[in-house]
């Protein structure tokens, strides 16, 4: 395959960019709020007095050189033309030069920023590439629809091999784990092995198919039906009028950091919450590139809003209904949005490994970043799978 032009990337912030910033948090008119307690958890969305002191921490207090160097400093980062299309990507090479590759895929409302504590310590043992989603921070958005999550895995796909790299492993959340099934999916002649932390099963045909759920299971279960119920307005209108929205979040640094900042707050666990400049920072990406807009259309584009919507592809779904051969290695996080149970997982996947952790949720580069990098250590190079 020819070879791929690759542009050296750094994130650059520039005083005028930080002037508009100041000035836009500083002429903020803040809404109105229920007298307390009504919001005081969060009820109606995210909390006027917490917001307000976490913009006071942004405007006044946050180090935007600093946390902007952090992001730098994860690896060399690059963009290359992809099917005609920029894609932004960090690729730092393990010194072993025969070292195993794995590709990092993040997901909504993360970046690459997801992996900033991982990247270092992975690259002692693989070669790391990980690219921001087209549409997502300097990736550019495509122009047309149709670009679904499987478009998004053959693009993966291309950059990989334009870089060399014919066989590889795979790691993702959120949209990022359903990226990886694609790919496992699409060429399981390449994909060596898939980490997920978000499995998306398949249900039995009927309720007797499965052993009783454990006593893990049932409490995943409780919480996948609790998010589905009450947490999934955000899915609706990103899935039906993402464009509406977009003009909100694009124009108010505050509306972006409210619609962001509650899916912290709710997709984390209390026990390993993500700092305020690390959350700030992911926040940045999307104001500075001003990506808001594509990457909340990449969920109509999915199919997450009502049924019936016409020109959405079915190849997602058609992905998603088949098993894996590809070796899997799932890492439950107990604060994770879905939990199906281990046999909807092992329909969906070719099950190697089945690791369950104490804490972390949905955002474990952040929360558990430790745990993780461990368990993908292990499943690639320290068990039968390491000759993948």
């Excluded at 108010?252 to 959350?279: C, H, N, Q, V, Y």
Aim: proline letters at 8%; glycine letters at 8%; a positive charge.
């Amino acid at each position: 395959m020819e070879e791929v032009a690759l542009v050296p990337f750094q994130w650059v912030v520039s005083s005028n960019e930080i002037a508009d910033l100041h000035s836009r948090l500083d002429k903020t008119r803040w809404p109105h709020q229920l007298q307390s307690p009504a919001n005081d958890d969060w009820l109606y969305g995210t909390e006027l007095e917490y917001l307000k002191e976490l913009a006071d921490y942004w405007r006044n207090t946050f180090d935007i050189a600093k946390n902007v160097a952090i992001f730098n400093k994860m690896g060399p980062q690059f963009t290359a033309h992809i099917r005609g299309r920029r894609l932004h990507f960090i690729h730092k090479r393990c010194s072993n030069p025969d070292a195993p590759v794995i590709l990092l895929a993040h997901g909504w409302p993360g970046s690459v920023f997801e992996f900033y504590k991982m990247i270092g310590p992975l690259s002692r043992h693989f070669h790391v590439v990980a690219p921001s989603i087209p549409g997502y921070a300097w990736s550019e958005p495509p122009n047309h629809r149709g670009h679904t999550i499987v478009e998004t895995a053959r693009d993966y796909h291309i950059l990989l091999l334009k870089l060399g790299y014919p066989k590889y492993n795979v790691h993702g959340g959120d949209w990022g784990a359903v990226i990886v099934k694609a790919l496992a999916v699409l060429y399981p002649r390449n994909v060596l092995g898939l980490h997920t932390t978000m499995p998306l099963g398949i249900p039995p045909s009927n309720k007797s198919q499965d052993p009783p759920p454990t006593k893990d299971e049932l409490l995943g279960l409780r919480r996948t039906t609790a998010f589905r119920t009450f947490g999934t307005a955000y899915q609706q209108i990103q899935g039906s009028k993402p464009q509406t929205l977009a003009y909100g979040l694009t124009d108010s640094p505050i509306g972006l950091l409210a619609w962001i900042a509650e899916k912290f707050r709710a997709w984390t666990d209390p026990a390993t919450p993500i700092s305020k400049d690390e959350m700030l920072t992911n926040v940045m990406i999307y104001w500075c590139s001003g990506c808001v807009a594509p990457s909340l259309r990449y969920y109509m584009e999915n199919g997450t809003g009502p049924r019936g919507i016409p020109g959405l592809s079915k190849e997602l779904g058609e992905i998603q209904s088949v098993q894996t051969t590809v070796p899997s290695a799932i890492a439950v996080f107990p604060y994770e949005l879905f939990h199906p149970t281990r046999a909807m997982v092992e329909r969906a996947y070719n099950v190697r490994r089945y690791t369950r952790f104490e804490k972390g949720g949905h955002f474990p580069g952040w929360e558990a970043s430790d745990a993780l990098v461990q368990d993908i250590r292990t499943f690639f190079l320290d068990t039968p799978n390491a000759k993948l």
